[in-house]
């Protein structure tokens, strides 16, 4: 079937469930008008239409709303009295139950996730638009894209195809907030019609590892004892490893703390960018002495991306810090393969080149590979061997010869 087809169908099938006619084999379920199509991120034959990248969290459901513990009375003799009363955040793994039923073949498990799944929306108002629903750092969350989910991405990339895309006509990032708590409400409703399916999943994170699901119809979630997790690279870009990322994730939350309490309740779910200036020049000593407290030259090369990704200042000591840290001369010796080399070099030299120019009056970035993208353009090769790469040490101890 072609992409054309292909989307006219996922329309066909999610304008039905809207219209009460659900097909639990296709992952299609609706509640009051909302029709709901849940998929797997299908990165190899590309029929999930899009990948994960530029979307972002629009809202937390189940543990974190009051209308999951009010409904639960919906599962009947699966809860107790006391469950209805002191909700238990494991009762979010019902949601699993039924995603598993919707897509038998989903993953469970992973760093900081236990499923990730997209899904396709149409409201009442005939409003379609994609988003995601995953459980993560903050239990079970649905995601979306944002008008300006582009700023974020390489401009030769898309999120979606351009088929695909003609069809979206709302961002649910617009919701008001009575809407959004009623779209919240249908997919919650939906949801508990779908019978629920055994799963289970080792969820990760940095205080430990969970073994989570659901056995005989009921959630169970099981410590495990806490694995050395080992650091994973991709490609030898300056935020080509999960090191990177965690960096990266550590300076945006150190920039989103400094919002007032008055901030907080203007911008429930969704920051403006025109504050992220405000918010870094407030942070800015604390991310200098984040970068110092990890002991690692890659801490402060990711501090110099996200500063420029931001166009907001850097003085010139921090420049010059940077560039002290990025120096060849500390990993020339490391890399065992001569084209591992003659690539990290090269982005290094890009990345210390766009630092000494920069002079924070416009957005400056450096190339980016996802996991995603690498493991996409090996498969288009025919390439199946292992993405994974050499680790580089970037210990501050590690000095140059």
């Known amino acids: 079937m072609g992409l054309i ?15 009460g006619k659900e097909n ?35 809202c937390s459901i189940g543990a974190f709303k009051d209308i999951y513990r009010k409904s639960l009375e919906l599962q009947g003799p699966l809860k107790s009295p ?18 598993r039923t919707l897509v038998p073949n989903m993953k469970f498990g992973g760093y900081e996730s236990l499923f990730h799944v997209w899904m396709f929306v149409k409201t009442p108002k005939s409003q ?8 993560g750092q903050s239990g079970t969350s649905i995601g979306a894209w944002s008008p300006d989910y582009r700023v974020f991405l390489f401009a030769e990339e898309r999120t979606f195809p351009q088929e695909f895309e003609s069809n979206m006509n709302f961002t649910p990032f617009n919701f008001s907030a009575v809407e959004l708590e009623e779209f919240i409400e249908a997919l919650e409703l939906a949801l508990y019609k779908v019978p629920i399916s055994d799963f289970e999943g080792v969820y990760e994170h940095d205080l430990g590892r969970e073994l989570m699901g659901i056995k005989s119809g009921k959630p169970f979630v099981k410590t495990l004892e806490k694995e050395r997790k080992e650091i994973e690279t991709w490609s030898y870009s300056i935020k080509g490893n999960d090191e990177a990322s965690n960096l990266n994730s550590d300076f945006i939350d150190i920039m989103i703390d400094q919002l007032t309490p008055e901030e907080n309740k203007k911008y429930p779910r969704n920051i403006p960018e025109s504050m992220d200036a405000i918010l870094i020049e407030r942070a800015y000593d604390q991310l200098i ?34 560039l002290k840290y990025s120096d060849w001369e500390y990993e020339k010796d490391q890399l065992k393969n001569e084209k591992d080399r003659d690539e990290r070099k090269r982005f290094l030299d890009d990345f210390r080149e766009k630092i000494k120019n920069y002079n924070g ?40 010869d």
Do not use: C
């Open 5 to 19: 087809l292909r989307i006219n169908h996922l329309i066909k099938l999610v304008s039905e469930a809207a219209d």
């Open 24 to 58: 639990f084999k296709e992952g299609v379920i609706g509640f009051n008008n909302y029709g709901f199509i849940f998929r797997n991120f299908d990165y190899i034959s590309k029929n999930s239409f899009i990948i994960g990248d530029g979307s972002s969290k629009l």
């Open 82 to 99: 006391k469950d209805l009363l002191n909700y238990n955040p494991k009762h979010d793994l019902y949601f699993g139950g039924a995603l």
């Open 128 to 135: 379609m638009f994609p988003a995601t629903f995953y459980y």
């Open 289 to 322: 002495a984040h970068a110092y407290m990890k002991k690692s030259r890659l801490a402060f090369m990711v501090l110099g991306v996200f500063l420029m990704l931001h166009g907001s200042k850097i003085t010139e000591g921090l420049s010059q810090t940077i």
């Open 361 to 400: 009056t416009k957005v400056v970035k450096v190339p980016f590979y996802s996991v995603t993208r690498v493991l996409n353009e090996k498969r288009e090769k025919g390439d199946t061997t292992p993405i994974w790469r050499q680790n580089i040490d970037y210990s501050i101890k590690a000095s140059p």
